[in-house]
Nanobody, 122 residues
Framework: QVQLVESGGGLVQAGGSLRLSCAAS????????MGWFRQAPGKEREFVAA????????YYADSVKGRFTISRDNAKNTGYLQMRSLKPEDTAVYYC???????????????WGQGTQVTVSS
């Protein structure tokens, strides 16, 4: 079973950048697909981005395509979400997730982190 801990959230002005990290432990991270999701106040959790276990396949929500980049470093057991050109509507708690399937895309994941807050001011 893998444990996930997100970091890197914070307050940033619109147009700014942040990089979120997701540190994994307790499992063979390189064999897990990974995803990022977010939940804004009063809204349902939504898919943001996904990456296959080897990093060769990625998938993005239309709302972040071209602005966010998902990546992973299996040697460091860490996943990343680079966020650029941030908008106030990107404000949410961001969660990383992992699944033993090679590629989960926007589907359901078995393991979740606790989340990190991202706030984008206008």
């Amino acid at each position: 079973q893998v444990q996930l801990v997100e970091s890197g959230g914070g307050l940033v002005q619109a147009g700014g950048s942040l990089r979120l990290s997701c540190a994994a432990s307790g499992g063979t991270f390189r064999s897990y697909s990974m995803g990022w999701f977010r939940q804004a106040p009063g809204k349902e959790r939504e898919f943001v981005a996904a990456i296959s276990y080897g990093g060769g396949s990625t998938y993005y929500a239309d709302s972040v395509k071209g602005r966010f980049t998902i990546s992973r470093d299996n040697a460091k057991n860490t996943g990343y979400l680079q966020m650029r050109s941030l908008k106030p509507e990107d404000t949410a708690v961001y969660y990383c997730a992992a699944d033993p399937l090679p590629y989960r895309g926007a589907g359901s994941y078995d393991y979740w982190g606790q989340g990190t807050q991202v706030t984008v001011s206008s």
